[in-house]
């Protein structure tokens, strides 16, 4: 009996609420053959997983799961091809002043929060 877990889309085993079991769910709702039967589950991916042997894990997740890049299906996406247009802007004399205003006053707020805090990062252009 598969109980739900405080994370949505994910049910955790009874016996031991790990990742390891956690995942166990999911093999038993796949009815991926033997690992949907505790004992081989158990034996075979959870016990050499605690004991620092994730290769079994990830053979048998790898085995169960698709992921495509975005190249392995890009002829069925049919995205149009990407573009880049770049439009440089003349600030007024009044805007310029607002956001040299704006600037100072950023400033001036990040260096008094980094009195507080250890901050080695440099605020103010040379």
Known sequence: ???PSPTPYS?????SPTPCTDLYGLVLFLDAEPYCQSQWYRRLISQPYHQGHATPNVDLFSSLM???SK???AHELQLPEQTEQTHWLTFSLVEKYFYRKQREMCQTEAS???MYITCSLRLFSA
């Open 1 to 3: 009996l598969l109980h």
């Open 11 to 15: 049910f955790l085993h009874p016996s």
């Open 66 to 68: 698709w992921r495509n």
């Open 71 to 73: 190249d392995d299906v």
């Open 112 to 114: 008094k929060v980094c």
